[in-house]
């Protein structure tokens, strides 16, 4: 069943990407969501792609340039949504 269930995260991962490159934020937004509430119902972890590329606040997806800020520091990255959310990000 959790395979089942990754595989449907990956595709929504996959179907959040493309809406938000074509300018579509509620399609990606409604995407992200449901990926989460399929990882929160099945104990899934999001994959590191979906978890790193959307906000955790507002559900958009994020494209550096678009609608976040990536800055590097020290050993982090900051990721910065257009809705003030921040995220840090270790690196080495």
Do not use: Q, W
Request: proline fraction near 3%.
């Amino acid at each position: 069943m959790s395979s089942l269930a990754a595989d449907r995260i990956d595709r929504l991962c996959t179907l959040a990407r493309r809406a938000a490159r074509e300018g579509d934020d509620e399609h990606a937004r409604s995407y992200v969501r449901r990926a989460r509430r399929i990882a929160e119902r099945h104990r899934l972890d999001l994959p590191t792609r979906l978890k790193r590329f959307s906000c955790d606040d507002c559900d958009r997806y994020l494209i550096p340039g678009r609608n976040a800020r990536v800055r590097t520091r020290d050993g982090h990255v900051t990721v910065a949504c257009d809705c003030g959310s921040h995220a840090r990000y270790p690196y080495r």
